[in-house]
């Protein structure tokens, strides 16, 4: 199982950045994707999260109106794209798949890419 991440990078406030995940080894459209972030010296937080047909979606306040998460099921990949960036958005972004297995939730992550918003 593998989930690389990719995409992060320095950028000036008010820039926009774009995540993406490339998965493989699992059966990647049975699987709810989401994205969180750990910044320095705080817990990781989800950022948003994205339904295993990608009918749904749902982001933290913090991110609303300026995140999009996708999917492509065909491609494996699931993608982030950030807008309006702002210096609390620095953190180490990671990409996450979960699925519950006969009552067992299986959780896979990321080795996460580091975004720096900053001048």
């Known amino acids: 199982v593998q989930l690389v991440e990719s995409g992060g990078g320095l950028v000036q406030p008010g820039g926009s950045l774009r995540l993406s995940c490339a998965a493989s080894g699992f059966t990647f459209r049975s699987y709810v994707m989401s994205w969180y972030r750990q910044a320095p010296g705080k817990e990781r937080e989800l950022v948003a999260v994205?339904?295993?047909?990608?009918?749904?979606?749902n982001y933290a306040d913090s991110v609303k109106g300026r995140f999009t998460i996708s999917r492509d099921n065909a491609k494996n990949t699931v993608a982030l794209q950030m807008n309006s960036l702002k210096p609390e958005d620095t953190a180490v972004y990671y990409c996450n798949a979960q699925i519950i297995q006969s009552k067992d939730m299986v959780v896979y992550w990321g080795k996460g890419t580091l975004v720096t918003v900053s001048l």
């Open positions: 994205i339904t295993s047909a990608g009918d749904s979606t």
